[in-house]
């Protein structure tokens, strides 16, 4: 089930049924936050893409959080399961799976991973 932090700018999802949740509360947040609504779509896009990687390859769900720094919109997506491979190319249009994190970078103006304490860190940039 998902969780509001008490200061808003975070939520944990651990259900499918979640994120749907997700794509409101990162939707909610960037309209706050003065990001324009041309770039929203592509905020969800890539936040969509991580958090249901979350769900399909580890335990345990999530946690988001969203904030604006030095006019970027910044969204930590930390979750139990390995670092990411970034860098990778586009699958080929056959390809069944492996397009979720391409696509996170192609539409990100930044992306960074690193471990944490709670399992990995993909933190995702996009100009305001």
Do not use: K
Not at 19 to 27: D, I
Request: aromatic fraction near 4%.
């Amino acid at each position: 089930m998902s969780e509001t932090d008490g200061d808003g700018d975070g939520m944990s999802y651990s259900v499918p049924d979640d994120l749907r949740a997700v794509r409101v509360f990162v939707t909610e947040r960037a309209l706050a936050l003065g990001m324009p609504e041309n770039r929203i779509d592509l905020l969800t896009l890539a936040v969509s893409e991580l958090t249901t990687n979350t769900l399909q390859h580890t335990s345990g769900g999530g946690h988001i959080r969203i904030w604006a720094e030095n006019g970027r919109l910044v969204c930590d997506v930390v979750d139990r399961g390995a670092e990411r491979p970034f860098g990778r190319a586009m699958p080929a249009a056959e390809a069944v799976r492996g397009r979720g994190l391409a696509i996170v970078e192609r539409v990100c103006d930044e992306v960074y991973t690193t471990a944490v304490p709670e399992g990995t860190l993909v933190r995702i940039c996009l100009d305001l």
